[in-house]
């Protein structure tokens, strides 16, 4: 059974910074894209940004200058660095994978989730 663990979330100050971090535990073969997205209250769940498994990366035009994506394939880990944040940036953060697991007679793929991280932007 694969499993994603969010760290990284809690209050910070508008301007301030925070690194979110995503793990991948279990029976992991082989992890494709990676993103994060976030859903605030009464909103729909959005892609923030985006990464491949080579490292080719996407983001959403209102993060573009203030977020990175970053992924260490080793520790099967995909982090996210938030400068200068936003009130409107006060959402639940979810890691989202797609990973490729041997099944005992083949490998397949199935997209995961984690449990979501709160993040509050707020003075």
């Known amino acids: 059974q694969v499993q994603l663990v969010e760290s990284g979330g809690g209050l910070v100050q508008p301007g301030g910074s925070l690194r979110l971090s995503c793990s991948a535990s279990?029976?992991?073969?082989?992890?494709?894209?990676m993103g994060w997205y976030r859903q605030s209250p009464g909103k729909q769940r959005d892609l923030v940004p985006g990464i491949t498994s080579g490292g080719s990366t996407n983001y959403a035009d209102s993060v573009k200058v203030r977020f990175t994506i970053t992924r260490d394939n080793a520790k099967n880990t995909v982090y996210l660095q938030k400068n200068n944040l936003k009130p409107e940036g006060t959402a639940v953060y979810y890691c989202n994978a797609d990973i490729t697991s041997f099944r005992g007679r083949y490998y397949g793929s199935i997209n995961y989730w984690g449990q979501g991280t709160q993040v509050t932007v707020s003075s």
């Open positions: 279990g029976r992991v073969d082989r992890i494709n894209d």
